[in-house]
T-cell receptor
Framework: ETGVTQSPTHLIKTRGQQVTLRCSSQ?????VSWYQQALGQGPQFIFQ?????ENGRGNFPPRFSGLQFPNYSSELNVNALELDDSALYLC????WGGGNTGELFFGEGSRLTVL | GESVGLHLPTLSVQEGDNSIINCAYS??????FIWYKQESGKGPQFIID?????DKRQGQRVTVLLNKTVKHLSLQIAATQPGDSAVYFC???????????FGKGTHLIIQP
């Protein structure tokens, strides 16, 4: 059984650029969510995908968007990067259980630095 | 929305002692809480969760206590080991849809 894997592990972008981060969910998991973790802070919920559709979103602007593919893998896209977007981006997967979060399994994250 | 916070940013304990990490929450309607452990350079790892209809739940060397009267929960780690060094987060509902709201975390330091 493979865990949640993310790529790339580290990347540097400049302000105004766009970035795509990728995530492969744990085997058997059909729900993927993304979190942003600034340095010294707890993770903040960005959005969740189930059956290839976004079905929940936190307090993030539309320039944060995502995709989920038939194999349940996912992408996080951020347009018009700002300095404050510098953070660790975490992907988490679980088996959908309605209102029950179940156990979230996190990847090790993609560290984004915006210059 | 939910607000979940930790009482202390850093907790230092002697190896072998018990550790207690505290957390306060604001939304009395929250029906579950989760504790995560995050080691340096890694993603958060699930430790234990508790539903609001419970006061206590035990796992392997860990116990979570929930006091709904004062909206407080704690994580107790028995016989703390060097491998317990990490940042511990409490989390609850309210991040948006099924998203979680995390506190800022408590950094647990184990003294030899």
């Amino acid at each position: 059984e493979t865990g949640v894997t993310q790529s790339p592990t580290h990347l540097i972008k400049t302000r105004g650029q766009q970035v795509t981060l990728r995530c492969s969910s744990q085997s058997g998991h059909n729900t993927v969510s993304w979190y942003q973790q600034a340095l010294g802070q707890g993770p903040q919920f960005i959005f969740q995908y189930y059956r290839e559709e976004e079905n929940g979103r936190g307090n993030f602007p539309p320039r944060f968007s995502g995709l989920q593919f038939p194999n349940y893998s996912s992408e996080l896209n951020v347009n018009a990067l700002e300095l404050d977007d510098s953070a660790l981006y975490l992907c988490a997967s679980r088996e959908w259980g309605g209102g029950n979060t179940g156990e979230l399994f996190f990847g090790e994250g993609s560290r984004l630095t915006v210059l | 929305g939910e607000s979940v916070g930790l009482h202390l940013p850093t907790l230092s304990v002697q190896e072998g002692d018990n550790s207690i990490i505290n957390c306060a929450y604001s939304n009395s309607a929250s029906d579950y809480f989760i504790w995560y452990k995050q080691e340096s350079g890694k993603g958060p790892q699930f430790i234990i969760d508790i539903r609001s209809n419970m006061d206590k739940r035990q796992g392997q060397r860990v116990t979570v206590l929930l006091n709904k009267t004062v909206k407080h929960l704690s994580l107790q780690i028995a016989a703390t080991q060097p491998g317990d060094s990490a940042v511990y987060f409490c989390a609850g509902p309210g991040g948006g849809a099924d998203g979680l709201t995390f506190g800022k975390g408590t950094h647990l330091i184990i003294q030899p």
